[in-house]
């Protein structure tokens, strides 16, 4: 109990300078890792020791350090494709794991750009509607503030960094 709560904490460590979308695979990983060097250690006929587990976990290091070789590691293997269609996972799919980070980042840019230029239409057009009494209502100027709105929260998260692009 004590020994898998130390396993526990120290992966949680780790996964916690991780973005969010890589957390959960990357648990799984680093947890079969320490778990394969037990078993080894142990040649699977008995439990470890805390004194044991505390050498295995020191001896990958800093979690820090593992966090960072993990994501270095994860990102080459994606940059140099090594998903097929078939080995993507949904998970990886609703994040878009598969698609290299760069690109992710100018297409999302893209679609901002795209939405802020509708946003803008949008107000004109409500605005010119209006006053020429085409209309009697502001929802085009409203749906053109709220897109507006959207782009600006979409720049700001961006710009942070959460899971794309540039990283804190």
Excluded at 40 to 65: A, Q, S, W, Y
Excluded at 158 to 166: E, K, N, V
């Amino acid at each position: 109990m004590l020994i898998r709560r130390k396993i526990e904490r120290y992966v949680g460590a780790v996964t916690s300078r991780l973005p969010m979308r890589y957390r959960s695979r990357a648990a799984k990983e680093i947890t079969a890792r320490i778990q394969e060097t037990i078993d080894v250690l142990c040649g699977g006929e008995r439990e470890p020791d805390l004194l044991e587990v505390r050498g295995i976990l020191k001896g990958m290091g800093r979690p820090e350090n593992v966090a960072a070789e993990w994501l270095a590691e994860t990102r080459k293997k994606s940059a140099a494709g090594a998903h097929s269609p078939g080995s993507l996972g949904i998970l990886e799919i609703l994040t878009l794991d598969f698609i290299p980070l760069e690109k992710l980042d100018a297409l999302l840019r893209n679609i901002l750009g795209i939405f802020t230029v509708m946003a803008v239409l949008l107000v004109i057009l409500g605005l010119v509607a209006l006053g020429t009494h085409a209309i009697s209502t502001m929802l085009p100027i409203f749906l053109g503030c709220v897109l507006a709105l959207g782009v600006v929260a979409g720049r700001a998260v961006l710009g942070a960094g959460y899971g794309i692009g540039r990283r804190r």
